[in-house]
């Protein structure tokens, strides 16, 4: 237990001694999306009757925020200990494979709600506040984010050098989040995309997120949940392996 | 009473380099046990399996009696590494990296025994730096420091010296020696082979991933003439009659 508390720590270390990069600037990144979309797309789209595009765009924005940063998180820390060969220490140390993959997700999921949490403060302003269902929001981005953090862990394991793991981020977690509903509801894709959308499992995050503001959304929240659930698992699952394994840690 | 170290026939292949091919060794509770042989021998390749970071193709490892796979918490435990390799996060000034490490090993509060580790590493003055800020000689005693948190019951360094200048080996190998007198075993490699003569009560001499010489220091020495002959000699005869 004290091996996890000290990885946890030290993950969060990591992260909060360079804040400004890691938590300030995300929030930067998302509040400049707020003012561009809500800006030139405000008069044209509006997805659900009663709810503004800015409004609908913010919870979106704060779980993109979420997800990317809490994948950023786990990946960077991994690939910098195993290209500065430090990760050696944590190979060396008795700590079970499960407690490591723990701390580095949960200090994942720890700086991704930061972001969410700065998003969704900053735009406060424009926006209001609507919680319809608070347990959903705080379901979903737990869920989200320990998703995304796992995913973090195995890019970081897999990736020898920082460009794999840029190619990793740009060609599959960038698309993924961006193809997801962030900016759009699915309904107004054309029934390919649409159907295209249904299989992205970020869809289900944001979609089930933004049903805890707007009591709203293309799918049933209860859905959402079934389909983020088993993905954590079944990447918890293969992480866990990998980790037992020792797969690219240990030769 | 369980031999600190048991490695039975261990074999190791990269590739197509046989780097291990194997290995029978054991170590005794309370040696001090040098690992010798030239570049490529294996020596770190055996470090490493026995510290578990690189995974045997054959054969299994013991520290302290605890299998180094199946009870790999146990066997990590009571092994302290000090790693080839001159490695260091960036993020941590050399205190904070000690008060890390003795987490992992489930230690809090061990500020008492890290000062004492600093002060005979001589790095009590740079307790609070930042770990890129130190000199190559001070990163690595900061590694020795690194291994000894935990105050494990065997002591496994690879190349400790390497770098680091003539006065602190001097207070390096004293604070080593006196850990070997309060009952750690000791296994050293070295290049620097007077180093292991004085210091070591028995050699293990490695060639191509073989155990080619192993005995105590002595007897190694006597039988290559004994007298005025060096361990560098009885090095040089070993490698050659094993070509
Ligand atoms: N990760 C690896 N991948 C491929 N080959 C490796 C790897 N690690 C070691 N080897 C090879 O295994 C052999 C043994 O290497 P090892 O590092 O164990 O030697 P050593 O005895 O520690 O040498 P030195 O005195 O130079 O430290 C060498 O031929 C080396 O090239
Ligand atoms: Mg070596």
Not at chain 2, 21 to 40: H, T
Not at chain 2, 81 to 90: A, G, K, R, S
Request: glycine fraction near 8%; aromatic fraction near 10%.
């Amino acid at each position: 237990m004290i091996g996890f508390l000290t990885l946890l720590r030290k993950e969060i270390l990591r992260f909060w001694k360079v804040g400004f990069q890691t938590v300030a600037a995300p929030v930067v990144t998302a509040l400049l999306y707020l003012l561009i979309f809500s800006h030139v797309l405000a008069d044209h789209v509006r997805v659900y009757d009663d709810v503004p595009y800015t409004a609908f765009l913010v919870p979106g924005l704060v779980m993109m925020s979420v997800l990317q940063n809490a994948f950023a998180n786990s990946s960077s820390s991994l690939i910098q200990s195993k290209v500065t060969g430090s990760v050696v220490f944590m190979l060396l140390a008795p700590i079970s494979y499960r407690a490591f993959w723990a701390a580095y997700v949960a200090a994942a999921a720890l700086r991704g709600l930061l972001v969410g949490l700065g998003v969704f403060v900053v735009t406060l302003g424009f926006t209001g506040a609507h919680l319809a269902a608070p347990l959903w929001i705080l379901v979903f981005a737990l869920l989200g984010a320990a998703v995304l953090g796992t995913l973090g862990v195995i890019a970081g394991i897999w990736a020898d050098k920082f460009d794999q793991l840029a190619a990793f981020q740009n060609f599959l977690i960038m698309p993924l989040t961006f193809l997801s509903g962030v900016f759009y509801s699915t309904h107004s894709l054309p029934p390919f995309w649409q159907q295209v959308s249904h299989w992205n499992p970020v869809f289900y995050m944001i979609d089930g997120f933004r049903y805890g503001f707007f009591a709203m959304s293309d799918v049933s929240p209860w859905q959402s949940l079934a389909v983020v659930g088993v993905c954590f698992i079944l990447l918890a699952a293969l992480t866990l392996e990998l980790l037992r394994r020792g797969y690219k840690l240990r030769m | 009473m369980v031999p600190a170290l048991r490695v039975v026939g261990v074999a190791k292949r990269f590739g197509v380099t046989q780097a291990l091919a194997g290995i029978d060794l054991e170590v005794a509770q309370g040696d001090f046990f040098g690992l010798l042989g030239p570049n490529g021998a294996g020596k770190t390749t055996l470090i490493s399996a026995l510290a578990g970071l690189v995974r045997a193709d054959a054969g299994h490892l013991e520290v302290m009696g605890h299998d180094v796979q199946a009870d790999y918490r146990q066997a990590r435990l009571k092994l302290g590494v000090v790693p080839q390799e001159l490695v260091f996060d960036p993020f941590f000034s050399v205190r904070q990296t000690l008060r890390i490490q003795s987490g992992y090993y489930g230690i809090r509060h061990n500020d008492d025994w890290i000062d004492e580790i600093l002060a005979n590493l001589d790095l009590t003055g740079k307790a609070e730096d930042n770990m890129r800020s130190l000199s190559g000689g001070m990163k690595r005693r900061v590694l020795v420091a690194q291994a000894l948190v935990h105050k494990p019951p065997v002591i496994v360094l690879d190349e400790p010296t390497a770098g680091v200048d003539v006065e602190l080996r001097q207070g390096l190998w004293r604070f080593i020696r006196r850990l070997n007198g309060e009952g750690h075993t000791i296994v050293l490699t070295t290049h620097y082979l007077e180093e292991a003569e004085a210091n070591c009560s028995r050699i293990a001499m490695m060639k191509a991933g073989r155990v080619v010489a192993l005995d105590t220091t002595a007897k190694l020495l006597a039988r290559f003439g004994g007298g005025t002959t060096s361990l560098e000699d009885a090095f040089m005869r070993v490698m050659k009659e094993a070509a």
